[in-house]
């Protein structure tokens, strides 16, 4: 999403956005499967930052379209 993110002029900023984001998933995601394996006690937690990162993201970026339809959706007035 963040590719077709960029090519669109109104959302541009959600794209570099959707790339940060996915490198934390990818990261904390990567950190949470470790500490599982090797019996770490902080396992669970990165689990929830992990979730927690990916639901801000889709929050995020819901309420980016929504105000960018909203603005641009407006009727061109004829006169």
Known sequence: ???WFRNNALLC?????S???VAAVFLSG?????SIA??????????R??????L???LIIALMMFSS???SALPVSEG
């Open 1 to 3: 999403m963040g590719f």
């Open 13 to 17: 900023k959600s794209g570099i956005y």
């Open 19 to 21: 790339f940060i984001s």
């Open 30 to 34: 990567g950190l949470a499967a470790a």
């Open 38 to 47: 090797t019996g770490g006690s902080a396992g669970g937690l990165i689990e």
């Open 49 to 54: 930052i992990t979730i927690g990162g990916y």
């Open 56 to 58: 801000q993201w889709l």
């Open 69 to 71: 339809e909203t603005t």
